[in-house]
């Protein structure tokens, strides 16, 4: 079993930053793909990024590249989400989301059915 503990949520004016936490529990964290994903008030969860096992070339929906930025430290089982630039529409809950990657495939998963375990989301409101 996976647990997932996001951190970080808060209120930020428009322009402002903010840097989510995602700690996991298990011996798997090294071996899994690391989303982040959001749901606005009324809206449907969407994909916001990815982070591969190793941590390179993390992939990000357009809405948010060039602002967030997704690192992970595989020797304290922890997945962050740096934003920047925060605009009133990245208000959200935000979800980190966990998925035991078991081939070599260089192939991202943006789904959220495609993440078996998640956390219980973090809310960051960004006011104008």
């Known amino acids: 079993q996976v647990q997932l503990v996001e951190a970080g949520g808060g209120l930020v004016q428009a322009g402002g930053s903010l840097r989510l936490s995602c700690a996991a529990s298990?011996?798997?964290?090294?071996?899994?793909?690391m989303g982040w994903f959001r749901q606005a008030p009324g809206k449907e969860r969407e994909f916001v990024g990815v982070?591969?096992?190793?941590?390179?070339?993390?992939y990000y929906a357009d809405s948010v590249k060039g602002r967030f930025t997704i690192s992970r430290d595989n020797d304290n089982n922890t997945v962050y989400l740096q934003m920047n630039s925060l605009k009133p529409e990245d208000t959200a809950v935000y979800y980190c989301?966990?998925?035991?990657?078991?081939?070599?495939?260089?192939?991202?998963?943006?789904?959220?059915?495609?993440?078996?375990?998640w956390g219980q989301g973090t809310q960051v409101t960004v006011s104008s």
């Open positions: 989301a966990a998925r035991l990657r078991l081939d070599s495939g260089r192939y991202y998963y943006t789904r959220s059915n495609e993440y078996p375990y």
């Open positions: 298990g011996r798997t964290f090294s071996k899994s793909d």
């Open positions: 982070i591969s096992t190793s941590g390179s070339s993390p």
